[in-house]
């Protein structure tokens, strides 16, 4: 019903920005929505659902077909990140993203999230090169720690990172 409904007008005019608050929306409707508007370039998710399961995100990702030919996504804000799924979620259905900002809470361990982020920039994010993360209390001690696991892993070679007031700024070639 939702896609007959709405379908005229997200074909008529082109949405290339969406701000969307995803509690109370099952994660497939939010995935026919990305679907019908193909001229999206930034996606700004204020509360996206938890994800169950890698399982469950490339059957959803497969289900409704959407790749890099289909969406043209670039920058993406999660506004409140619960766990790392989410992230890897985004990653699967936004492959063409540039620019990644998140919120960091409390709970979620800095230094594993950018481990995995950009773990995943050869798999399935290809063409980012900017991450912002905003967490409440930054300060340089979390610049420096990121900046020795970056070295010691090995998970960039040329890079910046640097802190404006609450945010830590990554980008690399």
């Given at each position: 019903?939702?896609?007959?409904?709405?379908?005229?007008?997200?074909?008529?005019?082109?949405?290339?920005?969406?701000?969307?608050?995803?509690?109370?929306?099952?994660?497939?409707?939010?995935?026919?929505?990305?679907?019908?508007?193909?001229?999206?370039?930034?996606?700004?998710?204020?509360?996206?659902?938890?994800?169950?399961?890698?399982?469950?995100?490339?059957?959803?990702?497969?289900?409704y077909?959407l790749?890099?030919?289909?969406?043209?996504?670039?920058?993406?804000?999660?506004?409140?990140?619960?766990?790392?799924?989410?992230?890897?979620?985004?990653?699967?259905?936004?492959?063409?993203?540039?620019?990644?900002?998140?919120?960091?809470?409390?709970?979620?361990?800095?230094?594993?999230?950018?481990?995995?982020?950009?773990?995943?920039?050869?798999?399935?994010?290809?063409?980012?090169?900017?991450?912002?993360?905003?967490?409440?209390?930054?300060?340089?001690?979390?610049?420096?720690?990121?900046?020795?696991?970056?070295?010691?892993?090995?998970?960039?070679?040329?890079?910046?990172?640097?802190?404006?007031?609450?945010n830590?700024?990554?980008?690399?070639?």
């Amino acid at each position: 019903m939702f896609n007959t409904r709405f379908k005229p007008i997200f074909l008529r005019v082109p949405f290339t920005r969406l701000n969307i608050c995803c509690k109370g929306i099952p994660i497939d409707m939010f995935l026919r929505i990305i679907e019908l508007l193909p001229n999206l370039d930034l996606l700004k998710v204020l509360d996206l659902p938890v994800i169950e399961s890698v399982p469950f995100i490339d059957r959803a990702v497969q289900l409704y077909s959407l790749s890099s030919n289909k969406n043209k996504i670039t920058k993406v804000y999660l506004e409140k990140m619960i766990d790392i799924e989410q992230v890897h979620f985004l990653f699967k259905i936004c492959v063409n993203m540039k620019y990644f900002q998140v919120n960091v809470p409390e709970y979620i361990n800095l230094e594993t999230l950018v481990q995995f982020i950009l773990s995943k920039i050869s798999t399935h994010v290809r063409n980012l090169n900017s991450l912002c993360l905003y967490i409440p209390n930054a300060n340089e001690n979390m610049v420096l720690k990121l900046h020795k696991l970056i070295d010691s892993e090995k998970l960039l070679t040329n890079y910046m990172i640097k802190r404006i007031c609450n945010n830590i700024l990554l980008k690399w070639n």
